[in-house]
């Protein structure tokens, strides 16, 4: 029996289809070679000849990404997901949500080229790229991003950058940016009751309590509460 894709794998399939291009469908050759960037899909596909094959997508510029980055940083479960290297599943709806479709919504965002001299389009070797495709999405999800602009490193950073640089919610607030004060910003002084420094007479707050405080994250990570999963990361901070 035929295990079941994962989710994303499946979420392409079904985009793909609706563009016109169904899978599976049978392949012709080997793929020996699979480049993904920003808007297209290199690939070799030998069958005793070798073929060239490229799948073209419309990718997005740097102001249409500097939409997206804000809202998905306004979003702190999704932002939680990916910069703990996974693509929330509701990403699709982020994307949606500043009308910038994640996946091809027409078919003439795709171009399918193929130097064989087959006349049907996509031709075996196309279908059989296709499939090496899928199979990249289900093993990275990242690619679907990578396509559209960014990979995964670029995501990482761009959205590291938003957070840090995020300007303050009150625009009378005159306090330094983040980035001004990294220097001395874990710097907290002489240490209560150590070289004649005096002591704290009160409890302590746990580490962790802000997150005692923290609303309700709307979802959860693998059956398990994502302010659970973050607190062993506070304690240790703290004792570090």
């Not at 399939?13 to 070679?33: D, E, F, M, N, Y």
């Not at 998905?72 to 509701?90: F, H, I, N, Q, W």
Request: proline share 9%; glycine share 8%; charged share 20%.
């Amino acid at each position: 029996m035929t295990e079941p894709l994962p989710w994303w794998p499946t979420r392409f399939i079904r985009a793909l289809t609706a563009i016109g291009v169904l899978l599976p469908a049978k392949g012709q050759g080997r793929v020996v070679s699979l480049e993904i960037g920003a808007g297209r899909v290199d690939a070799e596909v030998h069958d005793g000849r070798p073929h060239q094959v490229r799948i073209g997508l419309t990718a997005f510029g740097k102001a249409d990404w500097a939409v997206i980055i804000r809202a998905l940083a306004a979003k702190t479960s999704a932002t939680v997901l990916v910069l703990g290297g996974e693509v929330p599943r509701d990403i699709e709806q982020i994307f949606k949500a500043v009308r910038l479709p994640l996946f091809p919504s027409s078919a003439r965002e795709v171009s399918l080229d193929c130097t064989c001299p087959a006349a049907e389009v996509p031709c075996g070797h196309l279908n059989a790229v296709f499939s090496a495709l899928v199979a990249q999405v289900a093993a990275d999800p990242f690619t679907i991003l990578a396509l559209r602009g960014r990979n995964r490193e670029m995501l990482f950073e761009e959205l590291k950058n938003r957070l840090i640089s995020a300007e303050p919610l009150d625009p009378d607030d005159r306090s330094p940016a983040l980035t001004e004060v990294m220097d001395t910003y874990f710097d907290c002084g002489q240490a209560p009751g150590l070289n004649g420094a005096a002591p704290l007479h009160r409890p302590p707050t746990p580490s962790d309590a802000l997150l005692g405080q923290a609303a309700p994250f709307p979802i959860r990570v693998d059956g398990e509460d994502v302010a659970e999963l973050l607190r062993p990361v506070y304690r240790a901070l703290a004792e570090e």
